[in-house]
């Protein structure tokens, strides 16, 4: 799971996290966009959820041009609580009920 400030104008995914994305492709990932109380023009912000790209990673990623492998997309504000509750319920889908075993 991707947390981003929704504040931060910024068109690329930091190169370390992009980075780790690539590495661990097997694994489904979330992008959660917060702060988006704070945005005055919301479609700004929706670029991301079909463009991630970057200017960091160039030379190592030269052909990629953003991340499109988020499996999910959520607005959110941790202040007011919008859209916390749809990634809580996301989260419990994803989740699968275990005995927990302590292997100490």
């Not at 702060?35 to 005055?40: A, P």
């Not at 499109?68 to 699968?96: D, K």
């Amino acid at each position: 799971m991707v947390v981003h400030d929704a504040t931060i104008c910024t068109d690329y995914i930091l190169h370390r996290v992009l980075h780790m994305l690539h590495r661990h492709r097997q694994i489904p990932s979330t992008l959660v966009l917060n702060k988006v109380d704070l945005v005055k023009q919301r479609d700004l912000i929706q670029k991301p959820t079909y463009k991630c790209s970057w200017g960091e990673t160039k030379a190592l990623f030269a052909n990629i041009k953003g991340w499109s492998n988020f499996q999910a997309v959520f607005f959110v504000s941790a202040l007011t609580g919008e859209g916390i509750e749809n990634v809580r319920n996301y989260l419990c889908e994803l989740s699968l009920q275990k005995v927990f075993l302590n292997t100490c």
